[in-house]
C-alpha cells in the first residue's frame, strides 16, 4: 500500500501559447457579457484558475457604501467555475491539438450554481479563483472564491456544469 505521503505529485505542465491565447479570446471576447463585468484571467492552469475584476461605477449595487453588486460577484463566479471546466477539459485532451480542444467547449454550460455571500463587497478590485473538483463525462463539479484586493474572502461558490 502506498502512503499518500510519498507520492509524488502529479506532472506540472503549461498550456501551449495557441490555446491560451484561444481561451482567453473565448473567455474575454466571445463571451460578451464576461467584457461588461471587465473580467480579465490573470491565471490559466490546468487545476486552477484565477481573474480579476477591477471596481467601476456601472458595477456598484449600493450607491451608499460603494459596494459591488450581487449579480456581478455570482456571475462573475459562475463564469470562472465555467473556466475552470475549460482548463480541465483542455489539460485532458493534451493529445489534440490546442484549436481541436477548444472546439470542445461548445456544449459547456451551468446546471447549478450556489453562492454564498459572507461579507460586502467593497473594494478596488476582486479577485476570482476558480478549481474543478471532478470533471467526469457528463457533469463537472466545481468550487470557486471572489476576493478583495487585500484578500478578504466575500464569497464562496460550488456549481456544477454540463460537459457533454
Not at 493534451?94 to 455571500?117: C, N, S, W
Not at 467526469?136 to 471572489?146: D, H, I, K, L, N
Not at 474572502?153 to 456549481?159: D, G, I, V, W
Request: charged share 20%; net charge neutral; no cysteine.
Amino acid at each position: 500500500m502506498t502512503n499518500a505521503m510519498t507520492t509524488s505529485p502529479p506532472s506540472v505542465f503549461e498550456f501551449e501559447e495557441e490555446f491560451v491565447t484561444g481561451l482567453k479570446s473565448i473567455f474575454e471576447e466571445k463571451i460578451v457579457f464576461n467584457q461588461v463585468l471587465g473580467l480579465k484571467i490573470t491565471s490559466l492552469k490546468a487545476d486552477r484558475v484565477t481573474a480579476r475584476i477591477n471596481m467601476q461605477p456601472q458595477l456598484v449595487g449600493h450607491y451608499a457604501y460603494n459596494r459591488i453588486h450581487g449579480g456581478v460577484i455570482s456571475a462573475g463566479l459562475d463564469a470562472m467555475g465555467g473556466l475552470a471546466v475549460m482548463a480541465a477539459i483542455g489539460a485532458r485532451h493534451m493529445d489534440e491539438a490546442p484549436l481541436q480542444r477548444l472546439h470542445r467547449f461548445a456544449k459547456l454550460g451551468t446546471i447549478d450554481l450556489r453562492v454564498d455571500y459572507l461579507r460586502p463587497g467593497i473594494s478596488e478590485y476582486f479577485e476570482l479563483r476558480a478549481e474543478v473538483l471532478r470533471l467526469g463525462s457528463r457533469v463537472a463539479s466545481t468550487r470557486m472564491e471572489f476576493l478583495g484586493a487585500d484578500g478578504t474572502l466575500f464569497s464562496t461558490a460550488a456549481a456544477a456544469y454540463i460537459v457533454s
